[in-house]
């Protein structure tokens, strides 16, 4: 989901692309071919770019205890700088779910213009959203969402049923090319408990069964890389004979390619997820199991910045008829392979 609204389109780590196009294009997680495109630079620009009445935004993560959310602050901070009638307001990061909550209600009591909140949780930091938006301050929900509606004004987020559905394809249509039966299929999760690890992991298993495939064995490994590595290390000794291992999560990921290294195993290929630079590198170089990974792009918090400027300006964006923000905005999961890493090299983040 590295990654400026201007130009009534969104800035993605230097690159402006259409809003209509963040909305509507690449709605297919059917295998990327090599001549599938990220998004390209439009060249003219609208009146979104031009600088309007000043916007205070605060902003409140979770602090950055492995790459993917250290690349939202950082995204978030790059896409404000582009704005001189922007001033960027955001609390300390914390992973502490009662002081995420004071954080947001200072600036609540600061009456910031609108808050972009990406949440700890989203049904324990809900109360404190709808605290905001019944004062008349608009929200902006970033990817773990807020379970009442009432709670923001917009959300905006990745697909992660729709990561494990591009993950499916990449392994299934791999295997069948090859006239592989009754392959031996690993995924390796997140945290099992929380329902985006669930909606990722259903998407896989979905997608598998139009193969006539399964999942074989599934473990969590807590999105770390010392639990990639043993999550790893345990999986490979208890399969003799692997085609193929879906891993989640790229951040972790580095930990199970290091275990994959150590066991001197490359029999099988892997496909990994959220779209790490590192990742994307491996992937390029193609010398080792990693041969694709879907992304899950932290530019969704460039562009949650935008949407939040153009919210507070009371401006809509330029490629949709209507006045205003739409109400939900979900970010494809697209296949990054060794054929088009080249083009998304530049949206990922480093683990």
Known sequence: MNKNIGRRGLL??????GAGALVSACTSNQPVTASSAAPQAASA????????????????????DHGWI?????????????????ELKPVESTNDINQQISAVESLV??????????????????????????AGIPVVNLDRVFP???????????????????AGHFIGKQLKDKGVSNPVILEIQGIATLPLTQDRSKGFADTL????????????????????TQVATNLLQA????????????DQGVGVLAAIKEAGRNEFFMVGGAGSANAMRDIQAGSGVLKAT???????????????????????MSDLLEQQVPQSITLTSETVTKENAAKYLPLGFES
């Open 12 to 17: 993605v780590s230097g690159a402006v692309v």
């Open 70 to 86: 250290a690349a939202i602050t950082k995204n978030a901070q790059e896409a404000a700088k582009q704005y001189s009638d922007v």
């Open 294 to 316: 879907v992304t899950y792009s932290p530019t969704m918090a460039a562009s949650a910045i935008k949407l939040a400027r153009l919210i507070a300006q009371g401006k809509g």
């Open 148 to 166: 009442d509606k009432l709670s923001y004004r917009t959300w905006i987020g990745g697909d992660n049923y729709g990561m494990g559905v591009a």
């Open 209 to 228: 069964k139009t193969y006539g495939f399964s999942v074989t064995a599934q473990q969590d490994a807590k999105f770390t890389v010392e639990s990639g």
């Open 239 to 250: 399969h003799k004979k692997i085609d193929a291992i879906w891993n989640h999560d790229d």
């Open 45 to 64: 620009g609208t009146d979104n770019d031009k600088p309007g009445e000043k916007v205070v935004i605060g902003f409140s993560a979770p602090a950055a």
């Open 109 to 134: 009591q600061a009456k910031v213009n609108v808050l972009v909140i990406l949440p700890n949780d989203g049904e324990q930091l809900n109360q404190v959203a709808r605290k905001a938006m019944d």
